[in-house]
């Protein structure tokens, strides 16, 4: 248990992905950002003209937009500052890791992707800076038609299926991140999953930042078509410099009907790295949508994965956990819209606060007026740990059909004194007894990971979270 | 009287002429100035800020270029006691009850216009100028009418509110009851004139007493207004009161609440705010905590029908340690009518040992019926618990089924699933005849 206490001490203060690579790039954009630059990356990636021209309202919608007038701070993001554009490597995506550049396969070694990847995953992406350095999928996959690629790649052999749903769920106006999204991305996954195939095991994407100041835009779209089924696991590392990055994705996700769509993130960038990320998924009739969102690292986030209920008996599922440690704001939650009948959502939100850290949670059950028998349910719970941490909660629901039943429920405490003291006189020493009720406070999130293929998301909760799982 | 924004000069004549008609020393036409002042320089409220994105401030506040006319207050004191108590009192005496009385379970006992004893001195509040020729003591101790624009306007314009003064070691057997009656009686505006009114109550206790009291506003049919009440209360070192608010306007009334609480160490305050009439309703309740050991519960009843709108915004701030914060609000909502529930608790890092509550539960009992929660939570002390909790529910069709089949119509079985909903906080006020009393009220309306 003594190795175990020395991991609470350490929570939130050791960053083990902190080390950083010499910049050796074929391509690094200047700071700012421009048409010239945008339309110069277009160029560079061969892409179609309508993505262009996709990109170029984008950036006017980015530029008109003001910044959010809520929520955390964000007057340190300096987006003349940041390189929007860096071209790690001249290949496209390689499907074979001995391909991959030493310098990157070195990096993802370090990290531990590929011995995961070898062992349990049915695919993989791994992106570095800019652009995505390599990707696999098991053979049997892709016979069953399963696309799983790069969104560059996407845009070159699928132009059809990227033209249909790109930007469908979140338009280039829904928000400003999301138009400089739009404006800029490079990377990300494409996944399309045909009609009743169901892929067992996790396909997953690897994200990592290596250059200081940089920008990371990974644009992620997932369809689901009826009857199918996907989970998706995602994680991401930086490593610590002076200047702050900015990581601002964009995810979509589409379940069709009857389709199952589950995607896990574990956050975990270096307390350097602004966060600011749209996920949205449209949830089509029958159809379940489950984010499992873990907030660990970065600087600031903000990510409010939302579910629309599209569909009659559509069902959304958010779990997540936020830590914040000295220095960070975790500004997370949920969104749910329930716009059809019979439509049910689950939100269960845990955040612990320590040395000044901050916790917020911001969330919004919305039902609309046509939509009958909705049930809902949300449920946070946060835990200070001293006395200088924040905890916040702001939860927002509005109804407007009588025939619903929507709950919300939030408590906010620190470890109980009588909690410390039963497990004490159950012969367990304080610190312990600390262990104990972190693990159990954890416990609903931890169970879902999964812990038995992602082996290198176990071990980033493990040593963030003193071991609460496996 | 002219428009608020008219040359300095003659405004500030009109506000002197209303201190010299309700009788007021100078002292109180100070204050009138200085409010008239404050109100002129202060920034109208942000329609961009959380609390007024939902209602429009346009809709409470007045248009500062149009002449205007002010309501008058008609303020009835009494004590309340239940009928069974006084009915077995009568009947030793011999006397029987006139069938009115023998319906309603409470009884208003009418104290005239001011009350005296060794326990309270009641009476409006321009009565408790003109008794001391000064602003009574707790008289807008935080200045707010410096800093906030309704609270200027009240400062300015008031013409209505009571002031009520618990003595030490006071202990009031029967709840005090304060029924306004509000409107505008042989001064028919003209077509340009808007009308108004503002009314500022005082609610003083000092050190150990107990006291249940009630302000139930109403109002003239037919006629509409935009109203600004303003409650005051300060509560010093143990004292404990029960304060229970009752919002029974007419139908073309807006109205603006704000209701100010200042609580001594071990103070415990019980507000219990019922919204019953009006067309828009928006309440602030705001409360700093800054002495230990504090306890205070706010308790709405919102029930809201037709196209009516209530809004209501708590904020208590925990500033000292050890203090209790228990907020509910239980809305159902009918026909068209939209309420909103916006609540914040804030813990100050110093605020170790917070206990505080938070819960609202809505009830929709119409399809185009809305509801919105907000409950928030701000927390920086560690040693704390804060709960908070929100539900949307419609009625439960067992509960009504069962009713029915006991030969409820669906109409009597829904009213009766209504004030089963309301019944926890009836119940709160903790005395028989103020339960009653709001219970009656209630039951009015439906």
Same mark, same amino acid.
């Given at each position: 248990?003594?190795?175990?206490?020395?991991?609470?001490?350490?929570?939130?203060?050791?960053?083990?992905?902190?080390?950083?690579?010499?910049?050796?790039?074929?391509?690094?954009?200047?700071?700012?950002?421009?048409?010239?630059?945008?339309?110069?990356?277009?160029?560079?990636?061969?892409?179609? @003209?309508?993505?262009?021209?996709?990109?170029?309202?984008?950036?006017? =919608?980015?530029?008109?937009?003001?910044?959010?007038?809520?929520?955390?701070?964000?007057?340190?993001?300096?987006?003349?500052?940041?390189?929007?554009? =860096?071209?790690?490597?001249?290949?496209?995506?390689?499907?074979?890791?001995?391909? =991959?550049? +030493?310098?990157?396969?070195?990096?993802?070694?370090?990290?531990?992707?590929?011995?995961?990847?070898?062992?349990?995953?049915?695919?993989?992406?791994?992106?570095?800076?800019?652009?995505? /350095?390599?990707?696999?999928?098991?053979?049997?996959?892709?016979?069953?038609?399963?696309?799983? #690629?790069?969104?560059?790649?996407?845009?070159?052999?699928?132009? @059809?299926?990227?033209?249909?749903?790109?930007?469908?769920?979140?338009?280039?106006?829904?928000?400003?991140?999301?138009?400089?999204?739009?404006?800029?991305?490079?990377?990300?996954?494409?996944?399309?999953?045909?009609?009743?195939?169901? /892929?067992?095991?996790?396909?997953?994407?690897?994200?990592?930042?290596?250059?200081?100041?940089?920008?990371?835009?990974?644009?992620?779209?997932?369809?689901?078509?009826?009857?199918?089924?996907?989970?998706?696991?995602?994680?991401?590392?930086?490593?610590?410099?002076?200047?702050?990055?900015?990581?601002?994705?964009?995810?979509?996700?589409?379940?069709?009907?009857?389709?199952?769509?589950?995607?896990?993130?574990?956050?975990?960038?270096?307390?350097?790295?602004?966060?600011?990320?749209?996920?949205?998924?449209?949830?089509?009739?029958?159809?379940? &949508?489950?984010? *499992?969102?873990?907030?660990?690292?970065?600087?600031?986030?903000?990510?409010?994965?939302?579910?629309?209920?599209?569909?009659?008996?559509?069902?959304?599922?958010?779990?997540?956990?936020?830590?914040?440690?000295?220095?960070?704001?975790?500004?997370?939650?949920?969104?749910? /819209?329930?716009?059809?009948?019979?439509?049910?959502?689950?939100?269960?939100?845990?955040?612990?606060?320590?040395?000044?850290?901050?916790?917020?949670?911001?969330?919004?059950?919305?039902?609309?007026?046509?939509?009958?028998?909705?049930?809902?349910?949300?449920?946070?719970?946060? #835990?200070?740990?001293?006395?200088?941490?924040?905890?916040?909660?702001?939860?927002?629901?509005?109804?407007?059909?009588?025939?619903?039943?929507?709950?919300?429920?939030?408590?906010?405490?620190?470890?109980?004194?009588?909690?410390?003291?039963?497990?004490?006189?159950?012969?367990?020493?304080?610190?312990?007894?600390?262990?104990?009720?972190?693990?159990?406070?954890?416990?609903?999130?931890?169970?879902?990971?999964?812990? +038995?293929?992602?082996?290198?998301?176990?071990?980033?909760?493990?040593?963030?979270?003193?071991?609460? =799982?496996? | 009287?002219?428009?608020?924004?008219?040359?300095?000069?003659?405004?500030?004549?009109?506000?002197?002429?209303?201190?010299?008609?309700?009788?007021?020393?100078?002292?109180?036409?100070?204050?009138?100035?200085?409010?008239?002042?404050?109100?002129?320089? #202060?920034?109208?409220?942000?329609?961009?800020?959380?609390?007024?994105?939902?209602?429009?401030?346009?809709? $409470?506040?007045?248009?500062?270029?149009?002449?205007? !006319?002010?309501? @008058?207050?008609?303020?009835?004191?009494?004590?309340?006691?239940?009928?069974?108590?006084?009915?077995?009192?009568?009947?030793?005496? %011999?006397?029987?009850?006139?069938?009115?009385?023998?319906?309603?379970?409470?009884?208003?006992?009418?104290?005239?216009?001011?009350?005296?004893?060794?326990?309270?001195?009641?009476?409006?509040?321009?009565?408790?100028?003109?008794?001391?020729?000064?602003?009574?003591? %707790? $008289?807008?101790?935080?200045?707010?009418?410096?800093?906030?624009?309704?609270?200027?306007?009240?400062?300015?314009?008031?013409?209505?509110?009571?002031?009520?003064?618990?003595?030490?070691?006071?202990?009031?057997?029967?709840?005090?009851?304060?029924?306004?009656?509000?409107?505008?009686?042989?001064?028919?505006?003209?077509?340009?004139?808007?009308?108004? $009114?503002?009314?500022?109550?005082?609610?003083?206790?000092?050190?150990?007493?107990?006291?249940? *009291?009630?302000?139930?506003?109403?109002?003239?049919?037919?006629?509409?207004?935009?109203?600004?009440?303003?409650?005051?209360?300060?509560?010093?070192?143990?004292?404990?009161?029960?304060?229970?608010?009752?919002?029974?306007?007419?139908?073309?009334?807006?109205?603006?609440?704000?209701?100010? &609480?200042?609580?001594?160490?071990?103070?415990?305050?019980?507000?219990?705010?019922?919204?019953?009439?009006?067309?828009?309703?928006?309440?602030?309740?705001?409360?700093?905590?800054?002495?230990?050991?504090?306890?205070?519960?706010?308790?709405?009843?919102?029930?809201?029908?037709?196209?009516?709108? $209530?809004?209501? @915004?708590?904020?208590?701030?925990?500033?000292?340690?050890?203090?209790?914060?228990? !907020?509910?609000?239980?809305?159902?909502?009918?026909?068209?009518?939209?309420?909103?529930?916006?609540?914040?608790?804030? /813990?100050?890092?110093?605020?170790? #040992?917070?206990?505080?509550?938070?819960?609202?539960?809505?009830?929709?009992?119409?399809?185009?019926?809305?509801?919105?929660?907000?409950?928030?939570?701000?927390?920086?002390?560690?040693?704390?618990?804060?709960?908070?909790?929100?539900?949307?529910?419609?009625?439960?069709?067992?509960?009504?089924?069962?009713?029915?089949?006991?030969?409820?119509?669906?109409?009597?079985?829904?009213?009766?699933? &209504?004030? %089963?909903?309301?019944?926890?906080?009836?119940?709160?006020?903790?005395?028989?005849?103020?339960?009653?009393?709001?219970?009656?009220?209630?039951?009015?309306?439906?």
């Amino acid at each position: 248990m003594s190795e175990k206490n020395q991991e609470i001490k350490d929570i939130g203060n050791s960053y083990k992905y902190g080390f950083a690579d010499a910049e050796d790039y074929v391509y690094k954009s200047g700071t700012g950002l421009s048409p010239r630059l945008i339309t110069e990356m277009s160029r560079m990636k061969g892409e179609p @003209d309508w993505m262009l021209h996709n990109r170029l309202k984008a950036y006017e =919608v980015f530029m008109s937009k003001p910044m959010p007038s809520w929520g955390p701070d964000l007057s340190g993001v300096r987006f003349d500052d940041i390189h929007y554009y =860096v071209r790690p490597s001249e290949r496209p995506a390689v499907t074979s890791w001995d391909d =991959v550049p +030493e310098y990157i396969k070195n990096t993802f070694d370090r990290l531990g992707v590929p011995e995961a990847e070898r062992k349990h995953l049915a695919g993989l992406t791994a992106q570095y800076e800019s652009e995505v /350095v390599y990707h696999s999928i098991k053979s049997n996959l892709e016979e069953k038609g399963v696309i799983f #690629l790069d969104m560059d790649s996407a845009l070159r052999e699928h132009p @059809d299926l990227v033209k249909k749903y790109f930007g469908t769920v979140i338009p280039m106006t829904d928000n400003k991140f999301a138009a400089l999204n739009t404006s800029v991305w490079s990377g990300g996954s494409f996944i399309y999953v045909p009609k009743g195939v169901k /892929v067992d095991i996790p396909l997953q994407a690897y994200f990592r930042i290596n250059a200081q100041a940089m920008g990371q835009f990974e644009r992620t779209l997932i369809i689901a078509d009826e009857g199918a089924f996907v989970h998706y696991v995602e994680g991401c590392t930086a490593p610590i410099y002076s200047q702050d990055s900015l990581h601002s994705a964009v995810v979509e996700l589409i379940a069709m009907e009857g389709a199952r769509i589950r995607y896990s993130t574990i956050q975990n960038w270096s307390t350097n790295v602004f966060n600011l990320v749209t996920k949205r998924a449209h949830a089509y009739k029958n159809a379940t &949508v489950e984010w *499992i969102d873990g907030n660990i690292g970065s600087k600031i986030s903000m990510k409010y994965p939302a579910i629309y209920l599209l569909g009659e008996g559509a069902h959304g599922e958010v779990i997540s956990v936020a830590f914040a440690g000295k220095g960070q704001i975790q500004d997370t939650g949920a969104k749910i /819209v329930h716009a059809a009948d019979n439509t049910t959502s689950n939100v269960l939100s845990k955040s612990i606060s320590k040395g000044g850290g901050q916790a917020s949670y911001r969330g919004l059950v919305k039902v609309s007026g046509d939509a009958e028998n909705v049930k809902g349910n949300v449920r946070c719970d946060a #835990l200070l740990l001293d006395g200088i941490s924040r905890s916040d909660t702001y939860p927002t629901m509005l109804v407007s059909n009588p025939k619903v039943r929507i709950g919300h429920e939030a408590t906010v405490s620190k470890v109980g004194d009588e909690q410390i003291f039963y497990l004490m006189s159950r012969g367990l020493s304080e610190s312990d007894a600390l262990a104990m009720i972190i693990n159990g406070f954890f416990e609903p999130f931890a169970k879902e990971l999964p812990m +038995e293929y992602a082996v290198e998301l176990n071990r980033l909760i493990k040593m963030e979270m003193e071991g609460s =799982v496996g | 009287m002219i428009a608020i924004d008219a040359p300095f000069a003659q405004i500030i004549k009109e506000t002197d002429d209303l201190a010299a008609s309700l009788g007021e020393p100078s002292a109180a036409a100070d204050i009138r100035r200085d409010g008239m002042v404050a109100a002129r320089t #202060l920034p109208q409220p942000d329609r961009r800020r959380e609390e007024w994105k939902r209602s429009n401030p346009d809709r $409470f506040l007045p248009d500062f270029s149009r002449p205007f !006319v002010l309501a @008058d207050d008609r303020i009835e004191l009494g004590f309340l006691s239940e009928t069974s108590e006084l009915q077995r009192e009568l009947q030793e005496l %011999g006397v029987s009850l006139a069938a009115e009385d023998k319906e309603s379970r409470v009884r208003f006992e009418t104290a005239g216009e001011a009350i005296e004893t060794p326990e309270l001195t009641v009476s409006s509040l321009s009565a408790a100028f003109r008794k001391d020729s000064q602003p009574p003591a %707790g $008289f807008f101790r935080a200045e707010q009418h410096q800093k906030d624009l309704p609270c200027a306007l009240n400062a300015a314009l008031r013409t209505g509110g009571a002031y009520v003064k618990i003595k030490p070691e006071a202990a009031l057997k029967r709840p005090l009851c304060i029924k306004h009656r509000v409107g505008f009686v042989g001064k028919e505006p003209d077509g340009d004139q808007q009308r108004l $009114f503002f009314s500022h109550s005082l609610i003083e206790a000092l050190n150990p007493c107990k006291a249940v *009291i009630i302000e139930d506003f109403t109002s003239v049919p037919g006629q509409a207004f935009k109203a600004g009440p303003l409650i005051e209360i300060d509560l010093s070192q143990g004292a404990e009161v029960t304060y229970v608010m009752i919002g029974g306007w007419d139908k073309e009334v807006s109205c603006l609440n704000n209701i100010h &609480v200042r609580l001594g160490k071990d103070a415990s305050l019980k507000i219990i705010f019922a919204g019953i009439g009006g067309s828009l309703t928006k309440t602030f309740f705001s409360e700093d905590l800054n002495q230990p050991g504090a306890h205070t519960e706010i308790y709405g009843i919102i029930m809201a029908s037709g196209a009516q709108f $209530f809004d209501n @915004d708590t904020f208590i701030h925990h500033k000292a340690p050890s203090c209790y914060s228990n !907020v509910l609000f239980n809305c159902a909502v009918d026909g068209q009518a939209r309420t909103v529930f916006a609540g914040n608790i804030l /813990v100050d890092g110093c605020a170790q #040992l917070t206990d505080a509550y938070q819960k609202n539960q809505n009830l929709l009992l119409s399809e185009d019926a809305k509801a919105e929660s907000m409950p928030k939570l701000e927390i920086i002390a560690d040693d704390v618990r804060c709960t908070h909790g929100a539900s949307f529910t419609e009625h439960d069709e067992n509960q009504l089924f069962y009713l029915q089949s006991r030969g409820l119509s669906e109409k009597e079985a829904k009213n009766m699933l &209504v004030e %089963g909903f309301f019944g926890e906080i009836i119940q709160k006020t903790g005395n028989p005849s103020a339960a009653e009393w709001l219970s009656e009220r209630l039951a009015e309306k439906m």
